[in-house]
Nanobody, 118 residues
Framework: QVQLVESGGGLVQPGGSLRLSCAAS????????MGWYRQAPGKQRELVAS???????NYADSVKGRFTISRDNAKNTWYLQMNNLKFEDTAVYYC????????????WGKGTLVTVSS
């Protein structure tokens, strides 16, 4: 059973930075894609950033130039470095991984809250 555990959320002032981590219970080489989604109150969950095993990255327009997704294969962990945080970045952030295993399967963490407030 794949388990994903996020960490690194918290309270930060506008303009500040946070780094989120997602640790997988097994090798991340099993995944085709890894990423981060977020869900703000009253809104749908949206993709923030993703990275493929080949290293291709994709970002939501709202975070381009501010957020960076990366991974550490040896630690089975991927990260979301968030800089210049804005009020509208406040949300629960979920890590996600996907792989082909008798069809496409998505795996989710339980989420970590990021609050941007002065």
């Amino acid at each position: 059973q794949v388990q994903l555990v996020e960490s690194g959320g918290g309270l930060v002032q506008p303009g500040g930075s946070l780094r989120l981590s997602c640790a997988a219970s097994g090798s991340i080489f099993a995944f085709a894609t890894m990423g981060w989604y977020r869900q703000a109150p009253g809104k749908q969950r949206e993709l923030v950033a993703s990275i493929t095993m080949g290293g291709s990255t994709n970002y939501a327009d709202s975070v381009k130039g501010r957020f960076t997704i990366s991974r550490d294969n040896a630690k089975n962990t991927w990260y979301l470095q968030m800089n210049n945080l804005k009020f509208e970045d406040t949300a629960v952030y979920y890590c996600n991984a996907g792989r082909w295993a008798n069809g496409w399967r998505d795996y989710w963490g339980k989420g970590t809250l990021v609050t941007v407030s002065s």
